[in-house]
């Protein structure tokens, strides 16, 4: 009964020892070392660009939907430094050649996080163009959110929803912005809950907790419906490759 | 599921990988995006503390600018240009074709106001030369009146008969 009590009231404590020791403890040490690596085992995972999505636009795309346009230089965000061209008097320009680099690696995330059958949820808070997006989100079967961030949607969800919630598995933000140029609750909620972002950055936004950032217009109507048509094409490769080889798999099944 | 909400530190790759190793999450139940981060990384790690890169801003001037402002330091009311119409060229950029034209005329000898008044006067020239196939209602109107009466060959009765 003693030892029980001690046990108990020691319980703190032995945490604090279990932990030190996982960090001394050789074996666990060993194991973490040599923490198995997805892509030795996945072909998917070491094709650079298993779906084609490179051929999904062009530079020219970009130009013509308006991507390189940025805000006026006084509210630029000194992080976005890298990513623009530089000023066209007074006007931020991007560099388009890494903005499609960055949109590149982006569509590639996607398309994969929709082949595992990933839940993906588009975010914009911008009223004019917010109709296009939940379009886009219904025509490839994920989801959508433009309207208000109730706070704790992801960081409270089971008392908000009332059960233990599937939070989505990668979260498009369309503009990293909320309708007064803070940045999206979500952005951050997603980075604490260890949920994958992939966002627009406009010259005014921040992208550091990005996961994968793409610089770019944010505000323009075509800029936005070039991005929706994009992330939705991307996304349906995605799932059509993941059905074709769901098909495969059950048809070698009976010869197994 | 074990989760740290610390966004400020490090980053969700790196807190993910910390709770595997030290066993607080099975390798199982590692995130869906966790093998994606691994295979393609992002470019940048996406650290909230990331600093911003010392970099100055570049102004983007192009050789012709000076041109530019030369007509438009002469004239403030050019007139609104509609960004959608890629089918004519705006004023300025005539203004600057043949300006540059008529600096390679005179091999660089002219000076400024020279080729300003001379590429005014040969714009206003091209403005006022008639336009042969340009048609427009007016035009053809007056062409038909000029003509006299047209002899078209249809009655108003025959429309109407069957």
Known sequence: MFVFNKATRLSYSALRTYSASAVLNPTIVEHATTLPKAERTDPLLSSPDYFNVHNLFTVKDLFEARVHYGHKDGSLDERMLPYIYGSRLGHLIFDLDKTAEYLRRALNIAAHTAYRDGIIVFFLRNAQNAHIVEKTAIECGEYAHTRYWRGGIFTNSTHQFGAVTRLPDLCIFLSTLNDVLLQHTAVRDSAKMGVATIGIVDSNSNPNVITYPVPGNDDSPSAIQLYCKLFKAAILRGKDKRKEHLVESSSEKPTL | ?162
């Not at chain 2, 590692?30 to 100055?56: C, G, H, M, Q, V």
């Not at chain 2, 020239?125 to 060959?153: T, V, Y």
């Open chain 2, 1 to 162: 599921m074990a989760r740290s909400r610390l966004e400020k530190i490090g980053t969700i790759y790196s807190r993910t990988k910390g709770l595997i190793q030290s066993g607080a999450l099975q390798w199982e139940d590692r995130p869906l995006w966790y093998d994606l981060y691994e295979a393609f990384p992002p470019l940048e790690e996406p650290r909230f503390d990331r600093p911003a890169p010392n970099i100055t801003l570049k102004k983007i001037f192009y050789e012709e600018d000076k041109i530019r402002a030369l007509l438009h330091n002469r004239n403030k009311h050019i007139g609104t240009v509609n960004m959608f119409n890629n089918q004519s060229h705006t004023l300025t950029k005539r203004f600057i074709e043949s300006y540059k034209k008529l600096d390679e005329q005179y091999v660089g000898t002219a000076s400024e106001d020279v080729l300003y008044n001379e590429t005014i006067e040969l714009l206003q020239h091209e403005r006022n030369k008639p336009d042969d196939d340009h048609i427009s209602l007016a035009k053809s109107f007056k062409e038909a009146q000029q003509s006299g009466n047209p002899n078209i060959g249809i009655k108003v009765g025959d429309i109407f008969k069957n």
